[in-house]
């Protein structure tokens, strides 16, 4: 499995823990009780940003570096992946702290690192696609020339008789 891959899953696994406990929170605190649920309803929003983004998207992400088809064994643009996954994993961070104190521009940063992060993942996803199908199209020409030199030895028309 490729380090990106486990690192991304790692940090997917981090948030996924954290986002259950403060879910795990927010549900012990009786409703009736109007000071501490006051105080806690400010986790809601790190609990989402923490499930959706954290988990979820950074866990897609990774297992989607390691499953899509590699093109002569390697990865093309690995670095552009690996810069993506640093700024996502940086956003959700970031947002999740502008949400525990209160919002303000630390979540629109972290919201626009999510994107960044997961715009420069885009473009990996799509120079590796890229690079596969034109691969694959090269080894299906060869594959049908061979096709046809090989039927056209069978076809003889030697004189070996």
């Given at each position: 499995?490729?380090?990106?891959?486990?690192?991304?899953v790692?940090?997917?696994?981090?948030?996924?823990?954290?986002?259950?406990?403060?879910?795990?929170?927010l549900?012990?605190?009786?409703?009736?009780?109007p000071?501490?649920?006051?105080?806690?309803?400010?986790?809601?929003?790190?609990?989402?940003?923490?499930?959706?983004?954290?988990?979820?998207?950074q866990?897609?992400?990774?297992?989607?570096?390691?499953i899509?088809?590699r093109?002569?064994?390697?990865?093309?643009?690995?670095?552009v992946?690996?810069s993506g996954?640093?700024?996502?994993?940086?956003?959700?961070?970031c947002?999740a702290?502008?949400?525990?104190?209160?919002?303000?521009?630390?979540?629109?940063?972290?919201?626009?690192l999510?994107?960044?992060?997961?715009?420069?993942?885009?473009?990996?996803?799509?120079?590796?696609?890229?690079?596969?199908?034109r691969l694959?199209?090269?080894?299906?020409?060869?594959?049908s020339?061979?096709a046809e030199?090989?039927?056209?030895?069978?076809?003889g028309?030697?004189?070996?008789a």
């Amino acid at each position: 499995m490729p380090r990106l891959t486990v690192w991304t899953v790692r940090a997917s696994l981090v948030c996924l823990v954290l986002g259950a406990l403060l879910g795990a929170a927010l549900l012990a605190v009786p409703p009736l009780d109007p000071p501490v649920a006051a105080s806690l309803a400010r986790l809601a929003p790190v609990h989402v940003e923490l499930l959706l983004v954290g988990w979820l998207v950074q866990l897609a992400l990774g297992v989607a570096y390691w499953i899509l088809p590699r093109a002569g064994g390697r990865r093309p643009a690995a670095r552009v992946a690996g810069s993506g996954a640093a700024a996502l994993a940086s956003g959700v961070g970031c947002a999740a702290a502008g949400a525990l104190a209160g919002g303000g521009w630390v979540v629109v940063a972290g919201r626009s690192l999510e994107v960044v992060g997961a715009a420069l993942f885009g473009v990996h996803v799509t120079v590796r696609l890229s690079t596969w199908k034109r691969l694959d199209a090269r080894r299906r020409r060869e594959a049908s020339e061979l096709a046809e030199v090989g039927r056209g030895q069978e076809g003889g028309g030697g004189t070996d008789a």
